[in-house]
């Protein structure tokens, strides 16, 4: 898949090359420099037309066949330019071909974008997508190779709009060899969820984070375009004729691929995999923003004809396209995968094909009205200065919007609230209908489908006849909703009827008086906690503590206080009952017990610090303390699981222990970083399908400090091999290496408090024969 | 249908009838209706598919190579280990009234359990229900979930 991405990468940057080689030579030299500017307006008009034509397009059509027609139109148009050229020397065909070049990269950069983002996880195109673009810049160096002798030949100039047709003819070939060896996925035509409205696109394009993707990307083409005026004015006063300008860019093109592609196949995959998309999204606009200053520097000193400014714009352009092509591309390509699915290919398709032809435009009218001023050299490279400033600004705020986009994108959800409209006259019949029935579950659902208690007001009549039902699983919940109606007579019914049930000696009427239980109900939190250690009762009796709030917590700070290193079940679902209570509350309740030295408890008590949302501040330490001490146990647990070796069932109980810390460590991330976005992270790193997974760990990628990512996400990866993980966390949790007996003897000893785990011991024993299985 | 009747229709089935009904409406909004012609096969053996068929009105037959295994009526559900681990059918399932159908995406499922993981027991107790169900009825158990 990578291989014909990168092939179909290949003959699109020869092609490309082989164009812009051409086309800039012959325009250049019968029209002069004067007129690119003017060239530029042209790209952004047609460009952002035909953009905008595409991004249309896609959201009806199928990605392959899209690009087949277009690409297929491309290459007759270079058959054309050639025969136009060649038959009747209509030189006026390179400025077409010149406004076409710009356009013809961005729309080609989409479309196998566009593949690549359907074809691998957000995590693969950051590893892969290099590569892809590393068969771009081979195709871009081949095309300078070929362009050379070329050159020297009468008429080679023309004969390169063939030579470019026939790499557009193997372009579309491998279109289409790739849609059809991925016809599901690529054929696909991107459609919004079953159900939900398709948000038209103006209203995607002006979310903030697209708006910064269109600013980078408008400032990137601006200052590059700048860059390379710059350069192309400066060749031009140094090579006077058609040929020997063709010559110098034959070969600065070859030199700039060469660059570039050294710099991918040595630089570009370490650098993204160590610093991710912060160097990939930052890097280019700070290095070109170097080049600039100095070239300023040098125009003000040496003058617009030195020999050293001509140096310097040269490798500007050539550490810009060498930084696009290793880094950029793929890491723009890794930030569109947040966008939903069946809108990616679409704003991708505006982003980048009509913000880099806007942004040509606006740059060429600016260099036209620098030129028709008589502004020097200086000037002009003073305004690239300011537009790299700006394009800087813009890749760092994009950066930070990236990681708030993927927690967006994440927290996707297909279960949205869908409230029952009791105005409606045939939902409240068939509601009235329910209500009436004498199946107590169609009658407790209708009143659960009733939507609050001032909507509610309106069955008074009907609530109070079900109030006198003999059911307790129908009269509880009438009652409920009546006591919310603001009733004073059903409030205290309720309370005295509660109150009897719960002495009930049938568990399930008991369950029924426990859901009846509301945040007033505080003089039972002794029954409630009772409840709680009762299997029948305990579900009913934690939501009705989580519904008593603050109210619960001095019986559950006193419960925790009697608690002894091995507390009971009940224990821990008493304190996952404090969910619901006030933070500051809770954490005050909890905190103490944070390293708890049992791990289960000590988990309940994260997990409710992060549900109730308790300010992590004022826990830092404490939290830095328990995922230092959970990651060194996690290598502990791996070497031990390492040496006794699969299949026993002391490797299945250190297994368990392996899970007990990865949802430990996502527990303590939700009170550091939000529960909500954790939660979300660690729904997806469960999931079954890759991109999903591959988007949750770049979340965790962006939004963890470095100090947290190196000891959490190897306790958290449980996608990525163990032995890499444990290497991962050898600096700071190094493996001793030990043989079985120690290991055993040191789990039945527990001489250091590392293990804390009956269940652990017991295996131990097993496993070295002091006891033996009944 | 009404949002409501959807949740009413899902609520007569056992995987869902202890889902409370303001949450179950959130689920009916997602689901889709499918209408079945009498002698319309909607579950092919075979398909890997990740989705559960809930039977609203009509009947429709569970079968594999001319072996019948259940007829099934308003209120039963096809389909439930598709949508909790993706794989092959292991049977047909054909229509034999003309049937209306919500049909639910594993998708859909997932976020339900991953909001109320207490609801896991009560699917657990469905699916051990339908299979001690098939079981005394002398049918393959799996061929009824897939």
């Known amino acids: 898949m990578v291989r014909l991405l990168a092939a179909q990468a290949f003959v699109f940057g020869l092609s490309g090359s082989l164009l812009v080689i051409a086309s800039s030579a012959i325009f250049l030299a019968a029209y002069g420099s004067k007129w690119l500017p003017l060239t530029f307006v042209a790209i952004a008009l047609f460009g952002t037309l035909i953009a905008a034509w595409i991004a249309r397009v896609v959201r009806h059509r199928p990605l392959p066949h899209v690009a087949i027609l277009i690409e297929s139109v491309v290459g007759l148009f270079f058959f054309g330019a050639w025969a136009v050229l060649t038959l009747w020397s209509g030189v006026w065909v390179s400025a077409p071909l010149l406004v076409l070049f710009p356009i013809l990269l961005q729309v080609g950069f989409v479309f196998i974008g566009g593949q690549a983002g359907r ?7 950051r ?7 590393s068969g771009f810049a081979v195709g871009f160096l081949a095309g300078g190779l070929v362009a050379t002798p070329l050159l020297r030949l009468p008429g080679g100039t023309n004969g390169l709009f063939l030579i470019a047709a026939i790499a557009q003819v193997a372009f579309v070939m491998l279109l289409t060899v790739t849609a059809g060896r991925f016809a599901e996925r690529l054929g696909q035509v991107e459609r919004a969820p079953h159900g939900l409205p398709r948000p038209p696109l103006h209203r995607l394009l002006s979310s903030r984070f697209v708006l910064l993707l269109m600013a980078y ?30 010559q110098f860019l034959s070969r600065f093109t070859i030199a700039l691929n ?100 806007m942004a040509i435009g606006v740059t060429g009218v600016v260099l036209f009205a620098l030129r028709t001023a008589g502004a020097s050299v200086a000037v002009i490279i003073a305004v690239t200065v300011v537009v790299c400033v700006a394009w800087t600004a813009a890749a760092v705020l994009l950066y930070r919007d990236y990681a708030r986009a993927l927690v967006v994108a994440l927290k996707h959800r297909l279960l949205r609230d869908a409230p029952v409209d009791v105005e409606h006259a045939e939902t409240a019949a ?28 309106g069955e008074h009549g009907e609530l109070a006849l079900l109030a006198d039902d003999p059911r307790p699983d129908v009269y509880l919940p009438a009652l409920v909703r009546l006591a919310e109606t603001g009733d004073g007579e059903a409030q205290a019914r309720l309370r005295k009827t509660v109150r009897t049930l719960l002495c009930d000696p049938d568990s399930s009427i008991r369950a029924e008086a426990l859901a009846a239980i509301g945040p007033a109900d505080v003089d039972l939190v002794d029954e409630v906690v009772t409840a709680l250690e009762v299997p029948a009762t305990m579900s009913a009796a934690a939501a009705a503590l989580g519904r008593l709030g603050d109210a619960a917590l001095p019986r559950i700070a006193a419960v925790l206080a009697e608690t002894s290193e091995q507390p009971t079940p009940a224990t821990v679902r008493l304190v996952r009952a404090t969910r619901a209570a006030s933070p500051d509350q809770v954490a005050m309740c909890l905190f103490p017990y944070i390293e708890h030295r049992d791990r289960e408890l000590g988990l309940a008590v994260l997990t409710a610090l992060a549900a109730a949302g308790a300010d992590p501040a004022p826990i830092a330490a404490a939290l830095d303390r328990t995922l230092r001490a959970d990651a060194e146990h996690f290598t502990r647990c791996a070497a031990v699981r390492q040496v006794v070796g699969a299949g026993s069932e002391l490797a299945q109980a250190l297994g368990d222990e392996l899970e007990l810390l990865r949802r430990r460590a996502l527990a303590l991330l939700a009170v550091r970083y939000g529960a909500e976005e954790i939660g979300a992270v660690a729904n997806r790193l469960d999931c079954d399908t890759d991109d999903r997974r591959s988007l949750a760990a770049e979340t965790l990628d962006v939004t963890l400090t470095p100090a947290d990512a190196v000891l959490a996400l190897p306790l958290v990866r449980t996608d990525l091999p163990l032995p890499f993980r444990l290497q991962q ?21 527990d001489a250091q408090g590392h293990w804390r785990s009956d269940w652990l011991r017991a295996c131990a024993a097993y496993e070295s024969g002091l006891v033996v299985r009944a | ?20 009904g303001r949450m179950l409406a959130s689920v009916a909004a997602t689901a889709e209706e499918v209408t079945v012609e009498p002698g319309s096969t909607f579950i092919e053996h075979g398909a890997v598919e990740d989705c559960l068929y809930v039977v609203v009105s009509g009947r429709v037959r569970v079968h594999h190579s001319g072996r019948v295994f259940a007829e099934l009526g308003a209120g039963s559900s096809v389909g439930e280990l598709a949508v909790l681990v993706p794989g092959p059918r292991s049977a047909s399932v054909t229509a034999v009234d003309s049937t209306l159908l919500l049909r639910l995406r594993k998708a859909v499922l997932d976020e339900l359990l991953a909001d109320r993981p207490e609801l896991a027991t009560e699917v657990i107790r469905a699916l051990v229900l339908r299979l001690r169900e098939r079981a005394d009825a002398g049918a393959d158990d799996s061929a009824v979930l897939e």
């Not at chain 1, 710099?263 to 912060?278: E, I, K, Q, S, Y």
């Not at chain 1, 043989?739 to 003897?745: K, N, P």
């Not at chain 2, 249908?1 to 409370?20: G, I, K, N, Q, W």
């Open chain 1, 430 to 457: 068939f509601l009235h209908e329910m209500l009436g029935s004498d199946d107590g579950r169609a009658v407790r659902l209708a009143l659960d489908l009733l939507p609050s208690a001032s909507e509610a007001s």
């Open chain 1, 217 to 246: 990307q408008v400032l990137s083409a601006a200052g590059t375009y700048m860059a390379e005026y710059i350069l192309f004015d400066r060749a031009a006063a140094r090579f006077a004729s058609a040929d020997s300008l063709a």
């Open chain 1, 258 to 357: 060469a660059v570039s592609l050294a710099f991918l196949a040595l630089l570009a995959a370490p650098l993204l995999r160590r610093f991710g998309l912060r160097i990939g999204i930052v890097a280019n606009p700070a290095v070109v923003l170097v080049f600039a200053v100095a070239m300023l520097v040098s125009a003000t000193s040496a003058g617009p004809e030195s020999l050293a400014l001509f140096a310097l714009v040269a490798s500007a352009r050539i550490a810009d396209v060498a930084l696009t092509d290793g880094v950029t591309r793929a890491s723009l390509n890794t930030s569109f995968q947040v966008l939903p699915l069946e809108d990616r290919l679409a704003v991708q398709s505006v982003v980048e094909g009509a913000g880099l032809p």
């Open chain 1, 119 to 125: 074809l691998l996880d957000v995590q693969q195109i």
């Open chain 2, 1 to 20: 249908m009404m949002l409501v009747e959807r949740v009413a229709a899902l609520h007569e089935v056992d995987l869902f009838s202890a889902v409370p």
């Open chain 1, 127 to 133: 590893i892969h997508f290099p590569r892809i673009v």
């Open chain 1, 729 to 749: 966390l050898a600096a700071v949790a190094p493996v001793t290496p030990t043989d079985r007996a120690a290991v055993l003897e040191d789990i039945l000893s």
